[in-house]
Structures are given as structure tokens and as C-alpha cells.
């Protein structure tokens, strides 16, 4: 089992920056890929980007040069840097890792934190 603690969402004024953290703790060490996803109201829950256990990343399309993915495996943390900040990252977003055990992938999520951006 995996557990994911996201902190570092907020209200913040478009043009601004926040730094979201995810947290893991357990069997990490089985972890594969780790990302951050988002939903809007009444929306689909969308991958903004993710980073494998080899270090690759990729974004979705409207946030790369925006927000940056990284990871500290000394503190068994994943961040996102998000700068420039539009009103339509506003959402809930979701810290996920994916972990591969016996030849099947388990999805473990985040209880989610709210990113505003008011314009």
C-alpha cells in the first residue's frame, strides 16, 4: 500500500504561483510513476504531468512552460511548481502513484487539494 498526502493549494491571483507538495509514505519503493491530476466542476479528472521512477516527465499541453514537476526521493516528496497561473487551472488536484506488484498496476490517490486562481 501506498499513502499520498498532498498540502500547498490556496487562492491566488492569476499571474501568481503555488507549490503543491505530495507526501508518500509505504511501499514506495515499488513505485513506478508518480503524477498530478486535476478536476474541474463538472469536468473529467485530467493528468497535468508526471514523472516516471527514471526521472521522464511529460505535461499536459496548456501548462508546460508553466508548471514544473519534481520529486525529492530523500524526502519521499513529489512537487509542482505552477507559475503563471490562469483561472482555468483552477481545480482540485490530486497527487497519484502508480505501482507496479506481480505483474498488475495499483493506482493509489491523494485526498486532493483545491488550487483557485481568481482573475
Known amino acids: 500500500q501506498v499513502q499520498l498526502v498532498e498540502s500547498g493549494g490556496g487562492l491566488v491571483q492569476a499571474g501568481g504561483s503555488l507549490r503543491l507538495s505530495c507526501a508518500a509514505s509505504?511501499?514506495?519503493?515499488?513505485?513506478?510513476?508518480m503524477g498530478w491530476y486535476r478536476q474541474a466542476p463538472g469536468k473529467q479528472r485530467e493528468l497535468v504531468a508526471q514523472?516516471?521512477?527514471?526521472?521522464?516527465?511529460n505535461y499536459l499541453a496548456p501548462v508546460k512552460g508553466r508548471f514544473t514537476i519534481s520529486r525529492d526521493n530523500a524526502k519521499n516528496t513529489m512537487y509542482l511548481q505552477m507559475n503563471s497561473l490562469k483561472p482555468e487551472d483552477t481545480a482540485v488536484y490530486y497527487c497519484?502513484?502508480?505501482?507496479?506488484?506481480?505483474?498488475?498496476?495499483?493506482?493509489?490517490w491523494g485526498q486532493g487539494t483545491q488550487v483557485t486562481v481568481s482573475s
Open positions: 497519484n502513484a502508480v505501482r507496479l506488484v506481480g505483474g498488475s498496476y495499483s493506482q493509489y
Open positions: 509505504g511501499s514506495i519503493s515499488s513505485i513506478n510513476a
Open positions: 514523472i516516471t521512477s527514471g526521472g521522464s516527465t
